[in-house]
């Protein structure tokens, strides 16, 4: 019989879609105050994906991602997920209809910003959402967790639900050098 264990440490990442710098620096700037500067920056880069969020964000979307150097214990994503979506609604923009945003009858208020908070671990990647699917588990207070990409043989995979952009090349080695990141941590820690 299996015994109940501490989960493994996990090292916590935000990715980010925007369109407008400013409202990216002014998400970050709230986000640099609770979790501190970030230790790895992807930089930007174009998002051509999925139209989804254009509604909100408009037409050029920016993709980037944030590494932190503060360990989390895995539960205490659902908490940061709150956070984060609260931080998305606080620097929300009031729509009118307008050539530059989209009106949508009885939601007024548009993201400026799209903040997903994550983890990694030694073995996988974590994306938080409020979306359920066949993939994702319940953990709690109307969060999910997703197993976005695992890791083998020196690099992070995709499964068939992984998004296409944390399937390139680019997003794979961001989160690669974050899993060292935490397993320099770890060692550190340990002696």
Partial sequence: MGRPKEPEKAILFLAFLYTNDSY???????????FGKPILDSG????????????????????????????????????????TNSIETSIGRVCRHTSLCAYTPGRDLKRTVNIDPGYITLAKVVLASTKNYSHRVYLRDGI?????????????YGHEFTYQDYKEVQTVDFLVNGRNVLK????????
């Fill in 24 to 34: 990216f620096m002014e998400a970050t700037e709230v986000l640099y105050k609770e």
């Fill in 44 to 83: 930007k880069q174009n998002w051509p994906y999925y139209r989804y969020y254009e509604e909100e964000l408009g037409l050029g979307i920016m993709r980037q991602f944030l590494l932190f150097e503060k360990l989390i214990d895995p539960a205490d994503i659902v908490p940061i997920k709150h956070y």
């Fill in 144 to 156: 999910y967790g997703e197993v976005t990409l695992y890791f083998k043989g020196g690099t992070f």
């Fill in 184 to 191: 320099r941590l770890i060692y550190t820690q340990i002696n």
